[in-house]
């Protein structure tokens, strides 16, 4: 049975050690939801076509938040991530923005962490510059799709997409 | 109809200007869930009975985050914070973990954003420490459930609970 | 003869002690150039309107560095600032972009570091994103425009516009 | 034609992927003045001479800065700066404090946004630290001069010294 | 018998709420020893003649801690500091560096952890400037002096000095 | 005789040139100790046994300390540290928490600033959670106790424990 890696022999939370862990190339894929009213979809959609404002507000505050992980997640690793990229796609019919960030490094341990970060910190960011409009969007399905590179392998997420 | 505030004539984004709006007491509640597989659940809990770290780490990464939505969120003011408490609730027939974050604050603007970046951060952690035996742990129902003080009065979320 | 306040009797860098001082609104205003050869002033402003991501990045970043001056200059005070606006203008004739930083805050405390900062920052940003064309881009001309609230009165720059 | 390389296909502001880039030594190195009235820099220029404060307390903000330009300058990646050297010489005849940054790092992208930010930075703590007897000051020509490693060559700055 | 503050009725580690508390000037002093050998002492002091660069710069970067302590004690406050102080004597006799930190506010609450911890990193800044000559260097009595102001009064630490 | 290498041949403070040192597995291990009252060390001891809250928070504040070391002290380098593990022990015959951190990375240069730095965030932490009991906390003895890697060779404290 695997284990609880951020936990020492007492069982207390504690930094995972990567001293001796092989540097590989590491790429992370995670996606997130947010659910917006249609009307408020409609003048991010606008602004896009013209400004891009919202989304590009909401991407770079993403990417931020992705580069100072090992600051906001007590037991990560300060890394130094190579790529980080976030999309935003318009799901009209579902009436939410899905988010997809894929970040990328070099490193001794894996990215997910920069990865869902980067999603939450963007659908926060879109909530905030459009809340005075809508108070009650909603940040959901934020999960890890896809996991490359070190030890554990190849992860692809089964359920959802 | 209302506006969308972080936006200035020209459309462009922008901070909303509070230089004149008045010192209330303001309150904020959002929670949010974090989906786990039956047995991770388990192991949280027995940890929570022995030792509360999963839950003691991730609730400090939630108070520390709020305390910095000003550097995440780009178009947030800095607040000074006068209280953050998370609360984090154990449902096991819905096999997840209910996180609720309150936020208080005297000053010239709602505290939402900190009470939802809590929810989020203090989720983050969750995933981070379980992750070794549950990738597919999904953060979910981000919401903002109320919120008191200010111009815009008391708002409570109608949908949800 | 007026004193550099931030030295002791000693003659040793000190903060200021502003404990005592009132609390009024304060306004700050910078002004700076970046520039540009004339084809790259081009691309950004084709790019301004189309999409706007060059200046939507670069007023980002400006923001967000206001907010955080404690952090970066040495005996600043922490400031909660009501508004940060920074505005970007293209001189094609004199191949440069005019940035305009205002502040605002209600303290004891002047926010000119503030709006300078807000320049400088967008400034390295537009560097940032078009050294790969333009290698040679100059920042200049940083320098307060305009200064109210406090007890030093209402300054107005003489000299430059 | 060479391409503004932090945009994607569909012209987005966008992170450079550095990825498969090679570690290589970089090094650049950055000018910037800031104007100051003759009498200010007379009173520098004996400070420097008896204490040195406003030269150490404004050397060391810049180099703290440079450390910490990812934070800053959105698209910038996290670097592991290998050192930062910064240097103020005083030209009583043009009335200026010349400042040069001179950053290293072994890694897979340059250092030019660190030297162009520690001289920023520098510029802005000695305005900080005269502004009480001088509100004029002006920060000006802050430049990259040179730029070695990587496989963008050699540069150095033809107009300007 | 008084209680742990931090603490909620279930005995969790939590933010103390103090948004009803009364806003008063507050001050604190903490005092601190950083025992050095005698020759490195006496290099300090030749030092602190001619430039007072190792002053200066652990100076600046326990004022730069005292801004930051809410983002590294994690149930702290962020508060608005209206002075930081620090003030360093050397002890030739006792072979000690004698730190003392005063730290002013206008809140809430008190500003204790401010001093102590300007007082912490100015010695570690020492240590960190010195240890290439003395690896044994060691940071000792660093403690509450004073604290005035708010509900609990005046107080005056009894041992010591 | 040896040198304080953080000064540059005209004295001043200056960052050491890591770019051309060898990268090797560094460890450092700090030690500091906290006096508290006999009943604060008898609560907290309590409180350990049942959930282990005041520890778990110091802890996890010095972990995010050490991460961060390159922000506060000034000539330090960013470092990615492999492993931060903080150990407390609770001596009920001297009174005192003893606290050791123990750095390891894979680098340029040494981690006994992060270890040193570990352990004085822990101390200031415990302080923070006990002060409503407990003013007269005081930190103390807190050394370097062993480094190992880089070219300075293996150091092993000769005083203390």
């Known amino acids: 049975m695997s284990e609880l890696t951020h936990f020492d ?15 590989t190339e590491r790429v992370a894929v995670a996606k997130g939801r947010v659910y917006i009213k249609p009307e408020t979809i409609k003048r991010i959609e606008e602004d896009n076509i013209k400004k891009g404002d919202v989304i590009t507000v909401a ?29 935003l796609k318009i799901d009209k019919k579902g009436s939410f923005l899905e988010i997809t960030c894929t970040v990328k490094s070099t490193g001794k341990t894996g990215v997910e962490m920069e990865a869902l970060t980067g999603v939450s ?9 459009c809340k005075a409009v809508d108070r009650e969007i909603m940040l959901s399905d934020i999960r890890l799709m896809e996991k490359r590179g070190g030890k554990s392998g190849h992860f692809v997420r089964k359920t959802g997409d």
Chains 1, 2, 3, 4, 5, 6 share one sequence.
């Open 59 to 87: 991407k770079i505050a993403g990417i931020m938040a992705a580069k100072r992980v090992d600051e906001l997640i007590p037991l990560c690793h300060k890394l130094s991530l190579t790529d980080v990229k976030i999309d």
């Open 121 to 129: 910190i963007t659908a926060l960011t879109i909530y905030d510059m």
């Open 9 to 23: 022999k007492s069982g207390r939370a504690s930094m995972v050690d990567i001293t001796r862990k092989e540097i």
